[in-house]
């Protein structure tokens, strides 16, 4: 059974950036489409980016379009978001996410993501 950990999380100031990661372990990690995810206190969780297996195609959200990049090390085992210009409003919790099947494109939906990490935090003081 594959299990991710994420890392990388913390405090930044506005227009910082921070990079994060997510490991997995125990699992087929090369052939499924992973994606990063955030919630924040008292809101919805909500697609933040997601990269194809293969790490040649990526899907973003609207809000970080231009302020973040998401990749992948399947050498590692490891995806990554790279975040910068942050603004308070991405102050979350964030997740990745793996596929419930392989080869699966970026823009599938929530529902198509059935392992996922503990969260990281990302603070973003005004």
């Known amino acids: 059974q594959v299990q991710l950990v994420e890392s990388g999380g913390g405090l930044a100031q506005d227009g910082g950036s921070l990079r994060l990661s997510c490991t997995a372990s125990g699992g087929t990690f090369s052939t499924y489409t992973m994606g990063w995810f955030r919630q924040a206190p008292g809101k919805e969780r909500e697609f933040v980016a997601a990269?194809?297996?293969?790490?040649?195609?990526?899907y973003y959200a609207q809000l970080l379009q231009g302020r973040s990049t998401i990749s992948r090390d399947n050498a590692k085992n490891t995806m990554y978001l790279q975040m910068n210009s942050l603004k308070p409003e991405d102050t979350a919790v964030y997740y990745c996410?793996?596929?419930?099947?392989?080869?699966?494109?970026?823009?599938?939906?929530?529902?198509?993501?059935?392992?996922w990490g503990q969260g990281t935090q990302v603070t973003v003081s005004s």
């Open positions: 996410a793996r596929q419930a099947r392989p080869f699966g494109g970026s823009r599938l939906g929530p529902i198509h993501y059935n392992t």
């Open positions: 990269v194809e297996w293969n790490g040649r195609v990526a």
